[in-house]
């Protein structure tokens, strides 16, 4: 009976996933941006209304000084022109605190948009791939040692699904238990192959002996 040696694409399905993850947090921060540039297109009408407060506060209070330069004028003739440039320095003003209320909502909703999704999605994704890095790690130290295809062998009888295992041999956990080199060669080469690992042998299909 031959050895059924999954190879299921592991590494593949592990590389896809990170272009996945990198793809998912590059499109949301695109749109966090995006979001970013329209929400400060608000800000225009304050500019406007800043830039033109201001022009007009200049030429009120450039007139006033004007006429409080003419001899005999009183005051009383320039205090409108003055009290006029304070209204109007009062609209800039008011226009540069809707830009900055603007600035405040574009950032928060950006920031949000942004953290939400890539952190429900990070938060799911890092631990999975925490758990794979650490198995593969310690099944990449156990591969090369008779003792550690042991183990590799006792974890995969024990994790996994039980149609990979019959596929191999219906007997494998008999076989398994009868210390059968070839067995054990097998069961070991499938729980690497689910990580995605290489089996670390020479030979990349061994052989159950007919029975």
Excluded: C, H
Excluded at 110 to 135: E, G, K, Q
């Amino acid at each position: 009976m031959k050895l059924y040696a999954d190879r299921a694409p592991t590494a593949l399905r592990q590389f896809l996933t990170d272009v996945f993850v990198v793809v998912w947090v590059y499109a949301w921060v695109k749109l966090g941006m995006m979001l970013f540039d329209l929400i400060q297109k608000l800000a225009v009408p304050g500019q406007k209304l800043e830039g033109a407060g201001n022009g007009l506060a200049d030429n009120l209070k450039g007139a006033g000084d004007k006429i409080n330069g003419v001899p005999g004028v009183p005051d009383s003739v320039v205090a409108p022109f003055n009290s006029a440039a304070d209204a109007a320095r009062s609209l800039a003003d008011a226009g540069r605190q809707q830009q900055e209320v603007v600035n405040d909502l574009a950032w928060i909703l950006s920031v949000v948009v942004v953290v939400v999704p890539v952190a429900v999605l990070v938060l799911i994704w890092l631990p999975l791939r925490i758990r794979w890095m650490r198995r593969a790690g310690s099944a990449t130290r156990l591969r090369n040692a008779t003792a550690g295809r042991d183990l590799l062998a006792l974890r995969a009888l024990a994790t996994q699904p039980l149609g990979k295992l019959v596929k191999i041999d219906p007997e494998i956990a008999a076989l398994w238990r009868k210390g059968d080199k070839q067995a054990v060669e097998a069961l070991a080469s499938l729980e690497l192959r689910s990580l995605g690992l290489r089996s670390g042998t020479r030979e990349t299909r061994p052989a159950l002996s007919p029975r």
